[in-house]
């Protein structure tokens, strides 16, 4: 025996121990990505670095035996800088993706690639179980979401991307009127939360508040929940059946909801935090920018968010004649087509940029061409012409693109003297959102100069003690997915809040990704053209002629072929992958080396029971010499020298033509999926 100083504790130690193994004994954990316990230390992933005092660098734990009075530190910020370093070397050429593009991209991060596994095998519960898992809105994402995931999808590369929101409408269609899937809810709390306005981010929030035990009660300044859901998206889009039906299974968790308890009116701030554990602040962007020219008091001028409200409210809106609605996004689309729908006879979107830059949806702005709305692009108001107290008219100036702007668009710029009129009855103005900050500042909630909710490091507290806020309130104007993902977030800071917990950011999603869309090989991607199902909709006279819900919704068939579609990308262990997990650890920056070579290889999938994925192979080593030392076979082993080094079978063979017994041990050992299979799991003492 020995003794050492490890962190600057004296301890007794066998003598011819490692480094590394007496940390284990001593449950300190050092990272390790080549040491493996059938193997002696090879010293070839150099993560396991500490500091030995008196030795002129870092030396490798897994290699080094402890003597007689050494000392050695374990954790100090040059070891984390080494490791991180270290951890950056080995993704500068790590060509994978370890979640799939389409859940990366994801607001709420669904695994999206598993509902659609269980939606192929007729699981729809288990496919609904899964969105719920983040998103407990999918009846109305699957008819609202702006679908990032579609655009991300690699299916792009083939042909067109699966229909990811079709999909998932159908399985939480299917589970609604099947009524199957229950989310499991924790014992009471005895804690009591309170939360403001009942839309996407409170919804979102109280669910899995709820789900953890806590008491949840609503409070909304409006006639019935759902904020934005209910008064800002027409009944065509999301029937208001089906809106109800989701907020339902939220109450029947126990969740409370009063209507018509404004903050500022029928409640205080000051009372709740009186009488609730915490408080969450998700009212939303319910504020309305006006065109800022000359003439828009006259009558017939009305906001595009007032408009569409009070669709939502019931009341009887008159429309008729020409219509201008001005306005990019889907607020001004949304409004447009609602126009026609109420007998307008011409309805014209101005926008100041082109077609491209419009934040509208896509398919939101090509089914609204189809139905007949005009969109004249390049366009922005100066001036409304009354005559008689009452729109007659507005006048625009033609518009050209500047530069980029700092949303990265490019930037309209008036054209001198290229002023023109469109004879108009009504002017709709859908050109922005914003919180009510006034309220907000009354509460005693500081705003930013864009109104909204300041909220520290990320935790979604606000500057008020046990009250938190998400959504747009928050973040401004965004989607109903992102004020989704922001309440399951701000449910979780509260839950820990009432538990006497550190409350920390979120840190952002580690992963890694073969790239944009157009960095990608299509060879990569061979794979059969299969046709995107087609959403059965209304016909066009159907549509105008009442406010009938405009896509039908697929059928189990086609939910299953659109699932069938799906590339399965992704790592098959991104969860377990101890490469990823030490970079998530230790913060590895994935951009240090971006600029440099990456290798790309061939899969090797010959062999049926193990598949081969050199790409993501770190040269560790270990499977390599467990197939030579341990298994003395040598179906694998270093090829190349330098940077071209790799492991793979000798003499150019893939792994079937090898004598590869599939024993699994290297797949065992492989710290990565550069070796997989379902029947071998990875070696849980390691990850």
């Known amino acids: 025996m020995v003794k050492i100083s490890l962190n600057g504790k004296e301890v007794q130690v066998k003598e011819n121990a490692t480094i590394l193994e007496v940390a284990n004994e001593y449950n300190i954990d050092i990272p390790t990505l080549c040491n493996d316990e059938k193997l002696a230390p090879f010293g070839s992933c150099w993560l396991c670095v500490v500091e030995v005092e008196g030795a002129k660098s870092l030396v490798p734990s897994c290699a080094t035996k402890v003597r007689e009075g050494m000392v050695v530190r374990t954790d100090t910020e040059n070891i984390k800088k080494a490791r991180r370093l270290c951890l950056e070397l080995l993704f500068s050429d790590h060509y994978g993706d370890c979640l799939p593009p389409c859940q990366a991209t994801c607001p709420a991060g669904v695994d999206i690639k598993k509902y659609l596994a269980f939606t192929r095998e007729g ?31 690699r299916r792009n590369i083939v042909d067109e991307p699966v229909a990811i929101d079709f999909v998932k409408r159908f399985v939480a269609d299917y589970d609604n009127q099947n009524g199957s899937f229950s ?201 409304v012409i009354g005559e008689n107290g009452k729109v007659k008219a507005i006048e625009c100036i033609k518009m050209e693109l500047g530069e980029p702007d700092a949303s990265g668009r490019q930037r309209p710029v008036p054209i001198e003297g290229s002023n023109f009129t469109i004879d108009i009855d009504f002017v709709i103005a859908a050109i922005g959102q914003f919180p009510q900050a006034d309220i907000l500042q009354q509460e005693g909630f500081e705003t930013s100069r864009w109104k909204t909710i300041v909220t520290k490091n990320g935790s979604y507290v606000t500057n008020l003690e046990g009250v938190f806020a998400a959504g747009d309130v928050v973040t401004g104007a965004a989607t109903a997915v992102e004020a989704i993902a922001g309440g399951k977030k701000a449910a979780i800071s509260i839950d820990r809040y009432l538990k006497g ?15 944009a869309l157009e960095e990608i090989d299509k060879n990569e991607f061979e794979e059969e053209r299969k046709p995107r199902q087609k959403m059965p909709e209304l016909n066009l006279d159907e549509r105008l002629a009442s406010f009938k819900e405009v896509e039908l919704g697929l059928d189990e068939h086609q939910a299953q072929e659109e699932a069938n579609r799906c590339l399965k990308c992704g790592c098959e262990i991104e969860k377990d992958c101890i490469l990823r997990n030490y970079g998530m650890e230790y913060e590895a920056n994935l951009e240090k080396f971006k600029g440099g070579k990456k290798h790309k290889y061939p899969l090797d999938l010959s062999y049926t029971k193990i598949s081969r994925d050199p790409n993501k192979c770190i040269r560790c080593g270990r499977c390599a010499r467990i197939c030579v030392e341990v298994k003395k076979i040598g179906a694998l082993g270093f090829v190349n020298r330098g940077f071209e080094a790799i492991i793979d079978p000798p003499f150019g063979y893939n792994l079937a033509q090898t004598n590869c017994d599939g024993c699994g041990e290297c797949v065992i050992s492989c710290p990565t999926a550069a070796l997989y299979s379902e029947e071998f799991p990875k070696n849980k003492a390691i990850l």
């Open 501 to 515: 917990e550190k409350l920390e950011g979120f840190k952002n999603l580690f992963t890694v990704s073969k790239g």
């Open 183 to 383: 989310p499991e809810v924790n014992k009471s709390s005895g804690k009591k939360v309170a939360l403001i306005g009942a839309g996407p981010a409170s919804l979102s929030a109280a669910y899995y508040l709820a789900i953890m035990g806590h008491a949840c009660t609503i409070y909304e300044a409006l006639p019935k929940p759902g904020g934005m859901l209910r008064y800002g998206i027409p009944e065509y889009r999301l029937p208001k059946k089906v809106l109800d039906d989701e907020i339902k299974k939220i109450t029947d968790l126990g969740v409370e909801i009063k209507n018509n308890m404004a903050l500022g009116n029928e409640i205080t701030l000051e009372d709740l935090r009186k009488d609730y554990d915490a408080v969450f602040i998700g009212t939303g962007a319910h504020g309305s920018y006006k065109l800022g020219v000359e003439g828009e008091d006259l009558e017939g001028i009305l906001s595009g968010i007032e408009f569409l409200r009070d669709m939502g409210l019931e009341k009887e809106v008159k429309l008729k004649g020409k219509i201008a609605i001005v306005g990019g996004g889907n607020t001004a689309i949304d409004a447009a087509r609602t126009s026609l729908r109420l007998g307008a006879d011409e309805v014209t979107i101005v926008y100041r940029r082109t077609e491209k830059e419009m934040p509208a949806n896509d398919i939101e702005i090509k089914e609204a061409k189809h139905e007949g709305v005009n969109l004249h692009f390049l366009a922005a108001p100066t001036k």
């Open 123 to 153: 699981n729809y519960t288990e496919a609904v179980k899964v969105i719920k898992e983040n998103n407990p809105l999918p009846l109305i994402c699957g008819r609202v979401c702006t679908r990032p995931c579609e655009e991300a999808c």
